[in-house]
């Protein structure tokens, strides 16, 4: 199966409208993060480990 295929993706509740720049997640695809951008779909997808992502989100809820 296509990474772009597999169901889960979303974007931030904090993104604005529609033509906002935004990545999105697909935290279904363990043991990785899939990430990609949410205006090119179909483009190139970013796979990352659960610990890296979990690693990523607390420093910018730290906003270090």
Do not use: Q
């Not at 889960?8 to 990430?35: H, M, Q, R």
């Amino acid at each position: 199966m296509n990474a772009h295929d597999i169901p889960g993706w979303f974007k931030s509740s904090y993104s604005g409208g529609v033509n906002d720049s935004c990545v999105e997640i697909n935290p279904t695809a363990a043991p990785a993060v899939l990430v990609r951008d949410s205006k090119v779909t179909n483009g190139p997808v970013l796979r990352v480990s659960v610990g890296a992502w979990s690693d990523l989100v607390g420093l910018v809820r730290a906003d270090v």
